[in-house]
């Protein structure tokens, strides 16, 4: 399906939609399906609204990290090159996901 038309809240199309979900309305969309040749209209609501707190101290999974590995430990690095880490000559240093830093347990490695 593809989305052709994305709606917010107080644009044309969407005042009684508004007046039955209120300020829990977050969008209307327009999907369209070709196979089917059918036209959908979907809605995003706000379900609950608690209080939250980021941890800046936590790492998102997919940032790349830098990584230190000795040129003599090479089975450490083919095991980095297997999972797709990517040599950066410049910097001395392997780029690889956080996600897979944390897998092969080489967190100690990072470098900043």
């Known amino acids: 399906m593809k989305i052709k038309r994305i709606i917010q809240p107080g644009q044309p ?17 327009y999907r369209y399906d070709e196979q089917r040749k059918r036209k ?28 230190r590995i000795n040129g003599n430990e090479v ?12 040599w950066n000559p410049w910097r001395q240093v392997w780029h690889l996901s956080y996600k897979k830093v944390v897998e092969l347990g080489l967190t100690d490695r990072i470098v900043n």
């Open 75 to 86: 089975a450490l690095r083919n095991r980095v090159k297997i999972v797709g880490g990517k």
């Open 40 to 67: 959908f209209k979907t809605i995003e609501l706000i379900i609950e609204n608690i209080p939250w707190q980021p941890n800046p101290a936590k790492i998102p999974m997919n940032k790349v990290m830098d990584l």
């Open 13 to 29: 199309g969407t005042k009684k939609l508004v007046e039955k979900y209120g300020e829990n309305l977050v969008c209307v969309r």
